[in-house]
């Protein structure tokens, strides 16, 4: 690893903001994770990018993580509820949108993967996903010299390892940052924009109702929660008690941030609801009666219709349209 | 007769400074094993086809020191051969005793994408829930007259069922007793163990007590 850092040219600084973290905000938290190691260079970000769109990373050659994280719709899939892997193979989750991961500690719906860098190893070993190994996935990519080129930009070395590979990606997908909202600009008071007043109403609401759980600035606690949601008869997918193997953590999955809520539909982590109107009624419905419900969801949020009207128009101020149009972030191989 | 004199004086010194080799040999019912081939006993006949482990070094003799980054980390492969040597931090002199972490403790399951023995690439890394299988075995056992496979990937890091488990290293020659660890699980039928939970706690517990003096 030490001769491995010293052999690049000093890293770039963050190739997508010039400097990490420069236009971090004043109103929001450290990133959890700051590229201490993995240190930052535009050559490693440019290999992460296209191992991001590369189909190799599955068994078959056909399916790549853009495949279900489509830039168009902050890196979520907007297609189908759940993710298609190899061989027609589908999933049991929906695909989440991938932004600001810097800022999170665990990863999935259930929190399984407990690393930003360990992150891509799941979809890549998932029967129902990727169905492949990480030594073929490098014995194929480094039978390529394009990827002899760019791993050895990246690390002075043509040999691609699994470490290259997790830091490239880490760096790809861990500089997509969601920050530059009309929710982001009125916070930041720049060139004096604003909310209009029934957006300022809807903040008004998502505040009072919401915020406990999607908190912001980063939209989401990153707790674990039950919200009431009766497990669909044919996953019965216990969530994080997947993971921790305790009966009280039973139906429990990661608040998701709400940035960028309007591109990243289908909602919830089985794509059940389509709309985010589905979404808002399933909890002014209320009066859930369900194993380890959240003490906050007790009850039901009473919202009235021009309230429901507010805070969508509100959740529409969290789409950071910057990002998805961003051409660093998109498919090198499209790109003039 | 000097000469001879001062090469003893250099092997003696040797034995003490760098005979730091920890010898494992793998056995069922005290009777070494051969990898992938049948072992026949009074009580029962198995083939073992693979068994690794991790094996912490956590402190020489006597304190055990918190885990850190550099705490040397071994990867022992037994799928070809039976027994292992590896070369383990020196011990004092004054004191006889090594601490081994049996698996990868919960501290470095935390840390990023790492290489080397940790390397994922080595199949002792569950993906689906970021953890390092700490101990593996597989094989077959013959249960009245008939081949039954077994497989048990035991690891875990998340409190209450964390596998990482001790064992103090008094010698430099073990045996480890395969039959001593999977007996108990063969008796409730159990052939099977391949994610974290109260199960595999209980069989990690065993892996420390199979460890005997050659």
């Not at chain 1, 930009?153 to 009309?182: E, P």
């Not at chain 2, 094989?139 to 009245?144: A, H, L, P, R, T």
């Not at chain 2, 290293?169 to 699980?185: H, T």
Request: with cysteine; charged share 20%.
């Amino acid at each position: 690893m030490v001769l491995v850092s010293c052999s690049v040219d000093a890293p770039v600084k963050n190739p997508v903001n010039d400097t990490p973290f420069e236009f971090l905000p004043e109103n929001w938290p450290l990133p959890k994770y700051r590229f201490t190691e993995n240190q930052i260079s535009k050559d490693r970000f440019e290999l992460g990018r296209a191992l991001f769109y590369e189909t190799r990373l599955s068994r078959d050659n056909s399916i790549s993580c853009a495949g279900c994280h489509i830039q168009n719709y902050a890196f979520a899939q907007t297609d189908h509820a759940f993710s298609h892997g190899v061989d027609n193979r589908v999933g049991t989750r929906n695909a989440p949108g991938l932004f600001n991961l810097a800022w999170h500690t665990e990863f999935m719906h259930d929190g399984a993967i407990n690393h930003i860098e360990k992150q891509p190893l799941a979809p890549i070993a998932n029967p129902i996903e990727m169905d492949e190994n990480l030594t073929r996935v490098l014995e194929k990519l480094n039978a390529l010299p394009k990827y002899k080129t760019l791993t050895r930009a990246a690390y002075n070395s043509d040999t691609l390892t699994s470490q290259r590979m997790l830091w490239a990606m880490t760096q790809f997908m861990g500089l997509i940052y969601a920050q530059h909202s009309k929710y982001d600009a009125v916070k930041n008071n720049t060139n004096g924009i604003h909310f209009t007043a029934a957006e300022q109403r809807g903040y008004d609401v998502f505040i009072q109702h919401c915020n406990a759980c999607h908190r912001e600035p980063l939209f989401s606690d990153f707790e674990y929660r039950s919200n009431g949601l009766a497990p669909l008869p044919m996953l019965l997918d216990s969530g994080r008690s997947h993971v921790t193997g305790l009966s009280k953590d039973k139906w429990k999955f990661k608040t998701p941030s709400l940035r960028n809520v309007a591109l990243t539909y289908p909602y919830m982590h089985d794509g059940r609801f389509t709309t985010l109107d589905q979404c808002i009624e399933h909890y002014r419905r209320g009066n859930f009666n369900h194993e380890n419900l959240d003490p906050l969801l007790k009850g039901a949020i009473t919202l009235s219709e021009g309230q429901i009207s507010d805070l969508k128009l509100f959740l529409n101020t969290l789409t950071d349209y910057t990002m998805i149009y961003d051409r660093r972030f998109s498919d090198p191989q499209l790109q003039p | 007769m000097h000469v001879v004199k001062i090469c003893i004086l250099i092997w003696c010194l040797a034995s003490t400074i760098f005979a730091q080799e920890l010898h494992v040999q793998l056995t069922w019912h005290n009777t070494a094993i051969q990898m992938q081939k049948a072992i026949k006993t009074e009580y029962d006949s198995v083939v073992i086809t693979k068994c690794y482990m991790y094996l912490q070094c956590i402190k020489t003799p006597n304190s055990v020191q918190p885990l850190n980054f550099k705490t040397p980390v071994y990867l022992l492969k037994f799928d070809s051969v039976a027994n292992i040597q590896i070369k383990i931090p020196n011990v004092n002199a004054q004191s006889d005793t090594l601490t081994f972490g049996i698996g990868i403790d919960s501290s470095l399951h935390a840390k990023g994408i790492q290489s080397g023995v940790l390397d994922p690439i080595h199949g002792m890394y569950w993906t689906w829930q970021s953890g390092y299988i700490n101990f593996k075995l597989e094989g077959q056992i013959k249960i009245q007259q008939h081949w039954q496979n077994f497989q048990f990937h035991i690891g875990g890091y998340r409190i209450p069922y964390n596998c990482f488990q001790y064992w103090n290293c008094f010698r430099q020659r073990y045996n480890l007793d395969l039959f001593e660890i999977v007996n108990p699980s063969f008796k409730s039928q159990q052939f099977k163990i391949m994610s974290p939970g109260i199960e595999a706690l209980e069989f990690s517990k065993r892996i420390p007590y199979a460890f005997h003096n050659q």
